[in-house]
């Protein structure tokens, strides 16, 4: 009936502290990870590593077929040591004034250019063998010996684990509370452990579809118990809200546009709009609207 009283429980709003924290989900990576092709089309010789097992940095884990690369050296080489001789000739007969000085820089620029035509090829040869350009553990060769490879086809992958990667995003709304250096807590499923880290990077950028910016921290991975691909429970441990002004989560009403609560005021309830801020289980944060 109208004029009805209707009972309700009121709430003193008084100052209080509020843990900011975010809660998201985030992917865990590698701290380093390589892909492992070969620079050059060739047929593999040999295979020098265990899969899945740890390899340092320089390794060799495949070779190449390079016989036909030192045939092409050895002719090199002659050449080289020919125009040598010639160059010598050349230069006593130029001293005693027999060749033209133009006679004897073109002998000195053909030898020049095998040198050269030997430094290119001693590259070649260097990427015969393709040695492991990190530390880390080493995964599953998609090649055998005997396999033409080229740049295009993936041999294997090695991945740094000693230290991983979380990739999480949050609310662009939070972006002004947020800075580099702010720790972060994890788990993962499957371990009871809480993991620890520290954000280091975001990309400076808000995302347009999710309205969101992605932050990127790093944890230490003793025991490599973390692996890559692994999605995260993520907790961002903001600074902590002093004197913020909390109410039920229930005595919140929304709207189309905003929200509204209803205040006691000279007796009776009166509704008033207010800007929100965070929400925790139970509680919400008012910004604007009330006095605390």
Aim: charged share 30%.
């Amino acid at each position: 009936q109208k004029n009805q009283t209707v009972l309700a429980d009121g709430h003193v709003i008084t100052g209080a502290v509020l843990e900011n924290n975010i809660k998201t989900v985030g992917s865990i990576l590698a701290n380093e990870e390589v892909e492992i092709r070969s620079e050059i089309s060739k047929k593999i010789s040999g295979i020098h590593f265990k899969e899945g097992t740890y390899v340092g940095r320089g390794k060799t884990l495949f070779t190449l077929d390079n016989s036909d690369l030192y045939a092409r050296l050895r002719k090199f080489e002659i050449q080289e040591e020919l125009l040598e001789k010639k160059l010598a000739r050349n230069d006593q007969l130029r001293e005693k004034g027999l060749l033209a000085q133009e006679d004897f820089d073109i002998s000195e620029t053909e030898l020049a250019q095998v040198r050269a035509d030997i430094d290119i090829l001693l590259i070649d040869i260097s990427k015969t063998s393709i040695r492991a350009p990190i530390s880390g553990i080493v995964g599953l060769r998609e090649v055998s010996r005997g396999s033409y490879v080229s740049p295009s086809i993936p041999l294997t992958t090695i991945q740094d684990v000693s230290k991983i990667k979380i990739d999480f995003s949050i609310p662009e709304r939070y972006i002004s509370t947020f800075k580099v250096g702010q720790k972060i807590k994890f788990k993962v499923d499957g371990r009871d452990d809480e993991f620890e880290g520290e954000v280091y990077a975001f990309e400076p950028k808000v995302e347009n579809n999710t309205r969101s910016l992605i932050l990127r921290a790093i944890s230490s991975n003793p025991g490599r118990k973390l692996l890559p691909g692994t999605f995260a429970n993520v907790t961002l441990n903001l600074e902590n809200i002093e004197g913020a002004v909390l109410v039920p989560t229930q005595s919140v009403i929304p709207k189309l546009k905003g929200h509204d609560v209803f205040v006691l005021r000279d007796g009776k309830a009166e509704k008033v709009e207010v800007k929100i801020g965070m929400r925790t289980p139970d509680q919400v944060q008012i910004l604007s609207g009330l006095i605390a």
